[in-house]
């Protein structure tokens, strides 16, 4: 899953296919805000689902891109 806040989109890629998801939330649970990152540290959450566990080969990536980064 990417969240793609230069446009403001969450897509999800899976056998070589991209496509929009609903499957990403905001705080509480409502929709997804990309607010200016403007600090120099931040705090990433990622939470799984404790009972349909991800895949042995799933992975977490962060990147920070654009403005002047």
Excluded: I
């Amino acid at each position: 899953m990417t969240l793609d806040g230069q446009v403001g989109r969450a897509s999800v890629e899976c056998f070589g296919q991209c496509e929009s998801t609903t499957d990403a939330y905001g705080r509480d649970g409502g929709p997804l805000n990309f607010p200016s990152l403007t600090c120099d540290r931040y705090c990433v959450d990622v939470v799984a689902d404790a009972v349909v566990t991800p895949a042995d080969d799933a992975t977490v990536k962060v990147s920070l891109s654009g403005r002047e980064y």
